[in-house]
């Protein structure tokens, strides 16, 4: 049950998260399976079948551009981010690591015992 | 690699029409690319085997499809918790006493159980199992599609969200006692208890004369067992009024003189009371007619007047334990106990 708890909230958790690194990766162009492989390259593991409508939504949104070209004798799709997204992508880092640096905070302050033994060996 | 252009045929298949070319032309590179890296790795063309692996491992055609349309419900977060309670109202006040009934009736009702006869229980009962399924699914339906309309009209009017918070109801405490209810208890009581002193206490209720009807000397039993109860509920409304919350005592004093009114009621409905009803301008052969008939009637609303002394006993029992129960501070409980 913990185990359930834990994947769920993981998942819950990770989400915003894969935005900003999918954002954060399309600064240069990319195709979903090189962009799937920087972010595995990263420890950041995304499936396919999250990856592809991720990008149609972001794309849809005006956050990404994307069009057709051949590469190696294959039709790919390459994907990139747009000024919006840039300006997005800026807002989304900025509101990150304001929750980051305010977790932190009250961790030092009310946290537990470990989360305090993880905070000082960073 | 047959296989893996039909597993593309079979997640197009699912797909939303105007996406479908380029959602299935982005996929079907991914898999190719995965398979090259396979191939480079290995050095070797896939087998069929691997081919197999790499499509099992992407997941059902269907769910693949599923990631790319938009998240549907029926019934949304908004309306899903009234739902689900007026799917359970439904089901309680509904199907329930409807088997209730259904079961009291093939019990005490010779005529309808003879609908029955030379089936065996077993057979009655599959009978009652089917009819109640297809009522419980009607009613769900029903339900369903309401809240299914009511979800689209939400969903373009928003009229949910919309919401003033002077409109909610007061805190609910299940111990204090309406001030209003006592009020009305006491006062039905109290007229129930002079006319029935005024007009009940002989055997012979009406003597006009062009009417008259008499009861059995038994009687006097149900005068005296429903005076009882009508001072006992006098002396516990008022009580109630002085002192308007409920404690474990005057809960199980409830249940005492409710379960002994319906008793009471009870076994006058099955005591064939009246002995007789004449009058100048009624025959003798009509009036003994109508004794029998009235007395016929009574035995037979008996089964639904042990149902209702068994819910109101179930809701007296319900109220004892909430009362004896250790209950979390409400706020401004204190205060209306005061």
Sequence with gaps: ?122 | MQLLERYLQAVKFWLPKEQKEDIIAELSEDIHSQIDEKEAELGRKLNEPELESILKQRGRPILVANRYLPQEHLIGPVLFPIYRLVLKIVMLCYVVPWAVTWIALLIFNSGYAAKFVGHSWFEALGYLWASLWSNAFLAAGIVTLIFAILERVQRKNHFLEEWDPRKLPPVHNPHVISRFNSIVELAANMFFFVWWTAHMSSNVVLNQPNLRISLTPAWRYFFWGFLLVSFVNIGLAAVNLARPYWTARRATFRLVSDLAGSVLFCWLLKANILVEIAGASIPAAKALQLTAAINFWMAKMFPAAVIVGVVIAVVNIFRIVRVAAPQAHIPGERAAMA
């Excluded at chain 1, 958790?13 to 894969?18: D, K, N």
């Excluded at chain 1, 990856?51 to 939504?57: D, F």
């Excluded at chain 1, 051949?70 to 990150?96: C, D, H, M, P, V």
């Excluded at chain 1, 537990?112 to 033994?117: E, I, P």
């Design chain 1, 1 to 122: 049950m913990s185990s359930e708890n834990f994947d769920n909230l993981r998942l819950e958790l990770r989400r915003g998260g894969l935005v900003l690194a999918v954002l954060a990766a399309l600064h240069s162009e990319q195709y979903g399976y090189t962009l799937r492989k920087i972010l595995a390259d990263h420890r950041i593991e995304i499936d396919e079948g999250t990856l592809y409508p991720l990008l149609r939504r972001l794309e849809s949104q005006g956050l990404l551009t994307s069009k057709w070209r051949e590469e190696q004798k294959r039709n790919k799709r390459f994907y990139k981010l747009s000024a919006a997204g840039k300006q997005i992508l800026e807002q989304l880092l900025t509101e990150w690591r304001t929750m980051d640096s305010s977790i932190n905070s009250i961790l030092k302050e009310y946290g537990h015992a470990t989360s305090r033994a993880v905070l000082a060996g960073r």
